[in-house]
């Protein structure tokens, strides 16, 4: 059973940083890719990040130059930087390795 389970989620001041890992349970040979997601309240869920195998990162316009993933092959673990917060990024972020996905991290940012 492959499972991502997410942790580093918390209440942080605008302007605050935090970081998100991802670690992933389960047989699973280096995905391709790994993913973070996350869904305010009321809306719909957004993309936020990817990375590949090989280190190539991608990023949501609303997060590039504050957010930074990375990865551990070895460890199956992917992680979210995330710097410069704002009341908008608040919201459950989930991480997603090919087709499984964690259950979710809650990440508040107010003052």
């Known amino acids: 059973q492959v499972q991502p389970v997410e942790s580093g989620g918390g209440l942080v001041q605008p302007g605050g940083s935090l970081r998100l890992s991802c670690k992933v349970s389960g047989s699973l040979d280096s995905p391709s890719y790994m993913e973070w997601y996350r869904q305010a309240p009321g809306k719909q869920r957004e993309w936020v990040a990817q990375i590949t195998h090989g280190g190539r990162a991608y990023y949501a316009d609303s997060v590039k130059g504050r957010f930074t993933i990375s990865r551990e092959n070895g460890q199956l673990t992917c992680y979210l930087e995330m710097n410069n917060l704002r009341p908008e990024d608040t919201a459950l972020y989930s991480c997603?390795?090919?087709?499984?996905w964690g259950q979710g991290t809650q990440v508040t940012v107010s003052s």
């Open positions: 997603k390795v090919l087709h499984w």
